[in-house]
C-alpha cells in the first residue's frame, strides 16, 4: 500500500503568520490527494482535493500544490480556529490510505 | 441541510457482532458512493470499506476484509457496516462519509461519528 508521510508532527507558527505542511507519498499518486481538517471531538472536514482544489466553502487562505509524490497544504495568515490536525490521503491507488497527521500548534 | 448520522455503535466484547447504520439526509443518497473510516482513540484515520451507487461494487480494508460487509439501502438513505468477529484493535470511532461525485474516494460530508468499545 501507499504509505503517506506527513512533516512535521507538529507545528508551531504564531496567529497571522503562514504556515506550511508536507506529505510524501512513497509512490506516484498524480493530483489524487485530498486534505482534511480535524478538530477535537469532531469529524475531519474536507479542505482540499485533487491536490490543488478547494473544496466548497472553504476559506482562500487555505491552498494546496504538489504532485506526484510531494504536496503542500499552505495556511495563510493563519486565525485562532486553525490551531488543529491536518490529514493527507491519497486516493489513487487502492486501499485509501492516510498521513498520520500534522498539530499545527500556537507559538 | 446535506447531513449524515450514524447509530449503533457501543461496548461489545470480544468475537461478539454489530451493526452500524448511516442514515443520510439532505442530498440524494443513491447517487454518491459512500465510505466507512475508522479512527482510534488518539490516533490517525483509518479507511475502512466503500460501496458504490448500486451496491455492485465493494471493497473491504485487509483488517477488516471478511469479518466486515458495507452495504445501503438506497430506498432507506443508509448506509450499513455489519462487524463481525470483533477484536480489541476494532475500538475506533466509526465515520461514514460521501465520496465526492466523479471523484468517490475523497469525502465531502462526514457523520459525527459512533464510537466501537470491543473488551477483550
Known amino acids: 500500500e501507499i504509505v503517506m508521510t506527513q512533516s512535521p508532527a507538529t507545528l508551531s507558527v504564531s496567529p497571522g503568520e503562514r504556515a506550511t505542511l508536507s506529505c510524501r507519498a512513497s509512490?506516484?499518486?498524480?493530483?489524487?490527494l485530498a486534505w482534511y481538517q480535524q478538530k477535537p471531538g469532531q469529524a475531519p472536514r474536507l479542505l482540499i482535493y485533487?491536490?490543488?482544489t478547494r473544496a466548497t466553502g472553504m476559506p482562500a487562505r487555505f491552498s494546496g500544490s504538489g504532485s506526484g509524490t510531494e504536496f503542500t497544504l499552505t495556511i495563510s495568515s493563519l486565525q485562532s480556529e486553525d490551531f488543529v490536525v491536518y490529514y493527507c490521503?491519497?486516493?489513487?491507488?487502492?486501499?485509501?490510505?492516510f498521513g498520520q497527521g500534522t498539530q499545527l500548534e500556537i507559538k | 441541510e446535506v447531513q449524515l448520522v450514524e447509530s449503533g455503535g457501543g461496548l461489545v466484547q470480544s468475537g461478539g457482532s454489530l451493526t452500524l447504520s448511516c442514515a443520510a439526509s439532505?442530498?440524494?443518497?443513491?447517487?454518491?458512493?459512500m465510505q466507512w473510516v475508522r479512527q482510534a482513540p488518539g490516533k490517525g484515520l483509518v479507511w475502512v470499506a466503500r460501496?458504490?451507487?448500486?451496491?455492485?461494487?465493494?471493497s473491504h480494508a485487509d483488517s477488516v476484509k471478511g469479518r466486515f460487509t458495507i452495504a445501503r439501502d438506497n430506498a432507506k438513505n443508509t448506509l450499513y457496516l455489519q462487524m463481525n468477529s470483533l477484536r480489541a484493535e476494532d475500538t475506533a470511532v466509526y465515520y461514514c462519509?460521501?465520496?465526492?461525485?466523479?471523484?468517490?474516494?475523497?469525502?465531502?460530508?462526514w457523520g459525527q461519528g459512533t464510537m466501537v468499545t470491543v473488551s477483550s
Open positions: 439532505g442530498f440524494t443518497f443513491s447517487s454518491y458512493w
Open positions: 485533487g491536490a490543488s
Open positions: 509512490q506516484s499518486v498524480s493530483s489524487n
Open positions: 462519509a460521501r465520496g465526492i461525485v466523479g471523484v468517490f474516494d475523497a469525502f465531502d460530508i
Open positions: 490521503q491519497q486516493y489513487n491507488k487502492w486501499p485509501i490510505t
Open positions: 460501496i458504490s451507487t448500486d451496491e455492485s461494487r465493494t
